[in-house]
């Protein structure tokens, strides 16, 4: 689903070296939800304050300009009606894990957002997916990335290992386990980004993946695996991971990031991807950023 191809740069021999390529937008389908009832009245996350106030209003319009975004690129967005009592469901990358049609529902490891589960997957199967209730705890796409062929598992602090397997069986991919060792980025997609698919897959040639992440976020095991499987990715910096730089979502092109992520965004032109900056400040109260407020819907209509 191209809709746009980019003459940029990209590295010819390692991260730093640069040859003219051309970077391609593709269109998304994505589901969101609007934060009307946000606020922080427990904790859960490092991020998590109570005592700290949060502005419903300011936190609406910040989701909104991260809509306005997507709309404005092309993307097609969805919506899942907000639940009174659920403030996190914004959050709708936790919501599920969807590739060709079929929708793997989430399991949360923490009470306060069990009743997510029912609305999510109610929407699933109401809008033609192939709906599966998990067995396992697991937090969706905050801990599942897709990335070409394989999907990359996080855990540590939310999605058990046995949700691994589960995944696995359900979509017939390699799971890769990666294991996040600093609470402060307690899911996978705080600390990774998928920047584009895979060159060459649907053609038929060897797998390439371009993606982001942050090193010390991993335990040294899964840091050899990324550093083997992704020896071009983008390392950021804690500074850029402290504030959700790795917290976004990329068309191919355009990477919508934190304005604070200054270094991330350089090293993203540096590889000709267009940054595109988008303020989640208000939501980061809540621990979460631009790709949590964002579910890719993966086939059905």
Not at 52 to 65: E, H, I, M, Y
Not at 269 to 274: K, N, T, V
Not at 275 to 287: H, I, K, M, T
Request: charged share 25%; proline share 6%; aromatic share 8%.
């Amino acid at each position: 689903m191209s809709t746009q191809n980019i003459a940029a740069l990209r590295p010819a021999q390692g991260p730093e070296s640069a040859a003219a390529v051309t970077r391609t937008q593709h269109r998304r389908r994505y589901l969101m939800c609007r934060p009307e009832h946000f606020t922080v009245s427990y904790t859960i996350n490092p991020w998590m304050v109570p005592a700290n106030p949060t502005d419903t209003a300011l936190a609406v319009r910040q989701w909104q300009a991260l809509y306005d975004t997507y709309i404005e690129l092309g993307h097609e967005v969805e919506l899942i009606d907000p639940v009174d009592g659920l403030p996190d469901m914004v959050y709708t990358a936790n919501g599920g894990f969807l590739i060709d049609g079929i929708a793997y529902g989430p399991k949360f490891r923490f009470q306060e957002r069990a009743g997510e589960e029912g609305p999510f997957i109610e929407w699933f199967r109401a809008n033609g997916f192939d709906t599966r209730v998990p067995e396992e705890v697991n937090e969706g796409e905050g801990d599942f990335l897709l990335v070409g062929n394989t999907i990359l598992a996080g855990t540590g602090f939310r999605s058990t290992g046995d949700s691994h397997r589960e995944i696995g069986e359900i979509f017939g991919r390699e799971v890769l386990t990666l294991t996040l060792t600093d609470p402060r980025f307690y899911h996978l997609d705080t600390a990774i980004a998928v920047l584009d698919p895979v060159e060459g897959v649907e053609n038929g040639g060897p797998e390439r993946a371009n993606i982001a992440y942050l090193p010390a976020a991993f335990d040294a095991e899964s840091q050899a695996l990324l550093a083997e499987r992704y020896p071009d990715a983008i390392h950021v910096s804690d500074e850029d991971g402290a504030v959700f730089g790795l917290n976004s979502a990329s068309d191919g092109r355009n990477v919508i990031i934190s304005p604070r992520a200054k270094g991330f965004e350089r090293q993203l032109r540096e590889r000709g991807y267009h940054p595109v900056l988008v303020d989640l400040s208000e939501l980061l109260l809540g621990g979460g950023g631009i790709k949590c407020c964002t579910l890719e819907l993966r086939g059905a209509s």
